[in-house]
């Protein structure tokens, strides 16, 4: 079956610091793959987005590069910010005709201190 | 504004109590769906929809039940079979197949 498996938080950084949070996964065929955060007792918001081989999705000044070869999609931020304090979650959708819910891994608690 | 609302936010049941959850959205989206949140579990999916009147179980559906009469509303049932009930529960809309889901703001279920 599908699975996402990304580093285990709490990350704690000081403000400016290089971001980097690793994913990785197993997955049939060619999946999409998503990042999205979560901000203390709110929903998931989508933060970006991957669905082919080699695509950069960005925003936010994060960025992910959805790599098949080693089949990870890292997200990366070059200078964090207090703001940037929540849990990031990975994703892929397989595009299945039946089972259509996202695969998560278990979400990274970032801590970013001034 | 477009979105998706569930509601309460907050909600505390007695145990063996059954409880309904409430998800609309006016996105105009064909695919909902629900989640289940624990403290180092990640997102689990419960039931899921993609169409008016179909519902399929998702990964972890005992003890849950869902209907989908009308295209905007997905409400979420809490049976008193579920054995561990307390938790955020989240739901989510997508266009279908292999697009985004987007997600509303969650109910926090505390049974006592």
């Known amino acids: 079956g599908n699975s996402v498996t990304q580093m285990e938080g709490p990350v704690t950084l000081s403000e400016e610091a290089f971001l980097t949070i690793n994913c990785t996964y197993t997955?049939?065929?060619?999946?999409?793959l998503f990042w999205y955060v979560q901000y203390p007792g709110e929903g998931l918001q989508l933060l970006l987005k991957?669905?082919?081989?080699?695509d950069k999705g960005s925003n936010k000044g994060f960025e992910a590069t959805y790599r098949k070869e080693t089949t990870s999609f890292h997200l990366e931020k070059g200078s964090v910010q207090v703001s940037d304090s929540a849990v990031y979650f990975c994703?892929?959708?397989?595009?299945?005709?039946?089972?259509?819910?996202?695969?998560f891994g278990k979400g990274t608690h970032l801590i970013i201190q001034p | 504004d477009g979105g998706i609302t569930q509601s309460p936010k907050y909600l505390f049941r007695k145990e063996g109590q059954n409880v309904t959850l409430s998800c609309e959205q006016n996105?105009?989206?064909?695919?909902m769906y629900w989640y289940r949140q624990d403290p180092g579990q990640g997102l689990r999916l419960i039931y899921y929809?993609?169409?008016?009147?179909?519902?399929q179980k998702g990964d972890i559906a005992e003890g849950y039940s869902v209907s989908r009469e009308k295209k905007e509303s997905f409400p979420l049932t809490v049976t008193s079979a579920q054995k561990n009930p307390t938790a955020f529960y989240l739901c989510?809309?997508?266009?279908?197949?292999?697009?985004?889901?987007?997600f509303g703001p969650g109910t926090r279920l505390t049974v006592l």
């Open positions: 989510a809309s997508s266009h279908g197949q292999a697009g985004e889901q987007f």
């Open positions: 996105l105009n989206h064909d695919a």
């Open positions: 997955a049939t065929g060619y999946p999409s």
């Open positions: 994703a892929l959708s397989d595009h299945r005709g039946g089972a259509d819910g996202l695969t």
């Open positions: 929809s993609q169409i008016v009147n179909d519902f």
């Open positions: 991957a669905t082919k081989a080699d």
